[in-house]
């Protein structure tokens, strides 16, 4: 049964006199005797597979209120909702899974998410940028004007080593096989250590197809 619930995202970055509001404020302060709204304990996700419960939905939006406070003081942009919820789900996921693939049409701002995430880690030891020669004066520009005080490494880095990476890519859907290796192999190079191949005909995927 497909329902809308809880909006995590508007109640993460808004200000609201609602009655269920309250209630997730005083959640959020720590009150964790207050019951939950009854349209607010659980909601199906997108693809009607799992279950977002009022735990994690409320771990979710602490986290956008913590990443949006530290960004104030680190970034030199405002973020949408969904921009702050993005950085914030970076910064959890390379701290709990070491790697993460932000997927996302061109425009919609994974670079200045990548940079919030740079500054959020800027703490941990050196960050490093990984990227065609070509776009290697685009990251530096960016990075000098969300997130000045960063430095800029050019080389060859696929055997740095890392606690946690990073992939972006605009074209999720268009990619090819080979593509999506590419990308994971960098995010978690001992589970993606080999080119894919297509199942059945024995070839990568960027084997030329027969016409």
């Not at 959020?28 to 009607?48: I, M």
């Not at 800027?122 to 997130?147: D, K, M, Y």
Request: glycine share 6%; hydrophobic share 40%.
């Amino acid at each position: 049964m497909s329902c809308d619930l809880v909006d995590v995202d508007a109640l993460a970055t808004q200000a609201s006199d609602a009655p269920s509001v309250q209630v997730w404020q005083q959640l959020l302060r720590g009150e964790d005797e207050t019951p939950l709204p009854l349209a607010a304990h659980a909601e199906v996700d997108p693809t009607g597979t799992a279950m977002t419960t009022a735990d994690f939905a409320r771990t979710a939006m602490r986290a956008c209120l913590t990443t949006d406070q530290l960004l104030r003081d680190r970034l030199r942009a405002q973020l949408r909702p969904y921009q702050v919820r993005g950085v914030a789900w970076l910064a959890s996921t390379a701290e709990s899974e070491g790697g993460a693939v932000l997927a996302d049409e061109m425009g919609l701002g994974k670079t200045v998410q990548a940079v919030g995430l740079l500054s959020l880690r800027v703490e941990t030891g050196p960050q490093l940028v990984v990227c065609p020669t070509s776009l290697v004066t685009n990251w530096a520009h960016e990075i000098t004007r969300f997130a000045p005080g960063l430095t800029v490494y050019t080389g060859a880095a696929r055997r740095v080593d890392a606690q946690a990476r990073i992939a972006l890519t605009g074209t999720p859907i268009e990619n090819s096989l080979d593509e999506l290796w590419a990308i994971l192999r960098v995010v978690a190079p001992s589970v993606f250590p080999h080119r894919i191949v297509s199942i059945g005909s024995g070839r990568s995927d960027r084997s030329p197809s027969p016409r």
